[in-house]
């Protein structure tokens, strides 16, 4: 078992059709149900979803609301704003969760194991002294004991009220 997990994000589990047509993280951007979306914030040019199959309590997504492939593709603004909100995730999922530290990483490309590689987003997933004990990345098997819909309840308040 490892002490640390080097590529949590590695394996994604989305519901979009992966072998092409709609986007899941447009279909997001675009939708008007947050809480059927698991959409947590919107701010100006991103957006923050929960991870339908998280890895951990608590992880979430940054993507860009423009179907943008790479950083490399995406304005500055945008880029800028990508990083103010992971830290603002930061803050607000340490806080929430009490987390002892967080993994966050991008998968540009479907090499790198994107599940998404179109649309490229950031995962935040909190993580806890000892965690890998009892959960192995590996093994495909989690430990979740939270709803997505009650993490949704529980992160939107605080990204509501929180300035990046
Ligand atoms: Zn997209």
């Not at 092409?20 to 447009?26: E, Q, V």
């Not at 100006?44 to 997504?61: A, D, E, Q, S």
């Not at 002294?129 to 992160?155: C, I, W």
Request: hydrophobic fraction near 40%; charge should be negative.
């Amino acid at each position: 078992m490892p002490d640390v997990l080097f590529a949590p994000w590695r394996y994604e589990y989305l519901v979009s059709d992966k072998t092409g047509g709609n986007c899941f993280f447009c279909e997001a951007a675009s939708s008007e149900d947050d809480r059927e979306s698991l959409v947590v914030h919107r701010g100006r040019k991103v957006f923050v979803i929960l991870n339908r199959y998280p890895y951990t309590n608590g992880h979430v997504m940054v993507a860009p609301c423009a179907h943008e492939a790479s950083l490399s593709q995406s304005p500055e603004d945008t880029r800028a704003e990508i990083i103010e909100t992971v830290a603002l995730a930061e803050r607000i999922l340490t806080e929430a969760y009490r987390t002892d530290g967080l993994n966050v990483g991008i998968n540009l490309g479907s090499a790198a194991g994107a599940g998404v590689a179109d649309h490229y987003h950031v995962h935040v997933v909190p993580r806890w002294s000892g965690d890998t004990n009892f959960m192995t990345v590996a093994g495909d098997v989690r430990v979740v004991p939270e709803e997505p819909a009650a993490t949704l309840a529980r992160l939107r308040p605080l990204f509501a009220g929180a300035r990046a």
